[in-house]
């Protein structure tokens, strides 16, 4: 058996890990070209991996692309483990894999396919997701599902936090999987598979906090953006400023303020705690870190210090 592993994103490195530490016969890492990874968030350095274990290290700048398709049929693998992938894999580069190429995707598919799973789920409100491990199909994230697993969302996670356990659940399933793959098989789960909407790709752009929103929506808003994504944001006189951390206040269906309206300092002994209450459309949320217009951080304390009683947070 021959198996190649293609990725970028930190999230791959537990599954990776995982699989090599079991005796995985992964004859190459393809991952994204540096100059290219430069330009991204959260992009893994697979180098070390790669030379811990002697193994070789390639390149790309799209798997679709001739030099790619090359490379697959040079390396000729029964399996490629596509994990943490920014591109859609083409039909002719998956039919170059034997017995098939093997995707993880951030969620109890069919359910949020498309683009940051996780994050969506976040800004949806939801309390569940999971990670499913399945057979590369023709379209996005279709494909016959091998393993499913659930994640429960708790009103203490962030993009990062839930990222990292769907990271350690991937390498489980990638673990246990393995002997079955090493004996020829190919293993699936007889689930039905629908296609239903794919989610939108979410960009820098479309971090803007909506202040009319209740106090929950806004706060998982700016829960589901933080590191390692680009942050939520709102403007305060014309700049804008980046909110990296919140609290929640008790939910309420009574305004404390008009949306977007700073109400004042929320003080304590600890520094941690020390922040800014601004109104929602319903109830209010406590800003526990944000960053200024020239890059510097400001939490606890020092942001409870500000004299920002009464300002409003604007759209531009």
């Known amino acids: 058996m021959r198996f190649a592993w293609l990725g970028m994103h930190p999230e791959g490195i537990p599954s990776l890990s995982g699989l090599l530490e079991a005796g995985a016969p992964i004859s190459a890492i393809?991952?994204?070209?540096?100059?290219?990874?430069a330009k991204k968030t959260a992009v893994a350095d697979y180098r070390p991996l790669a030379a811990r274990y002697g193994i070789r290290l390639c390149e790309i700048a799209n798997i679709n692309e001739p030099h790619a398709l090359t490379l697959l049929c040079?390396?000729?693998?029964?399996?490629?483990?596509?994990i943490g992938w920014h591109q859609?894999?083409?039909p002719q580069a998956v039919q170059i894999a034997k017995i098939g190429m093997i995707g993880a995707h951030a969620s109890l598919l069919p359910h949020n396919r498309g683009s940051a799973p996780l994050n969506w789920s976040l800004i949806k409100g939801e309390q569940v997701t999971g990670t499913t491990l399945f057979w590369l199909g023709e379209s996005v994230d279709t494909g016959e599902i091998i393993e499913q697993r659930s994640i429960a969302i708790t009103p203490f996670d962030?993009?990062?936090s839930l990222y990292e356990r769907v990271a350690q659940t991937n390498r489980q399933l990638l673990v246990e999987l393995l002997p079955r793959l090493m004996s020829g098989e190919r293993p699936t789960r007889d689930l039905p598979f629908a296609n239903g909407a794919v989610l939108p790709r979410?960009?820098?752009?479309?971090?803007?906090?909506?202040?009319?929103?209740?106090?929950?929506?806004?706060?998982d808003?700016?829960?589901?953006?933080?590191r390692p994504y680009p942050g939520a944001f709102g403007f305060i006189g014309g700049k804008r400023w980046r909110i990296w951390n919140a609290a929640r206040l008790p939910a309420t269906e009574a305004p404390i303020g008009t949306p977007g309206t700073m109400i004042g300092p929320v003080v304590s002994p600890s520094a941690d705690a020390c922040g800014q209450?601004?109104?929602c459309g319903e109830g209010g949320v406590v800003l526990l870190e944000v960053e200024d217009p020239e890059g510097k951080m400001i939490?606890?304390?020092?942001?409870?210090?500000l004299p920002w009683t009464g300002l409003r947070w604007d759209r531009d």
């Open 277 to 279: 209450l601004v109104a």
């Open 88 to 90: 859609i894999v083409r």
């Open 30 to 37: 393809i991952t994204l070209r540096g100059d290219l990874a």
């Open 158 to 160: 962030t993009c990062a």
């Open 74 to 82: 040079e390396l000729a693998p029964d399996v490629v483990f596509v």
């Open 299 to 305: 939490r606890g304390r020092a942001l409870a210090e």
């Open 202 to 219: 979410r960009r820098p752009a479309d971090g803007l906090v909506d202040w009319t929103q209740s106090s929950g929506a806004v706060y």
């Open 221 to 226: 808003f700016i829960r589901a953006l933080t």
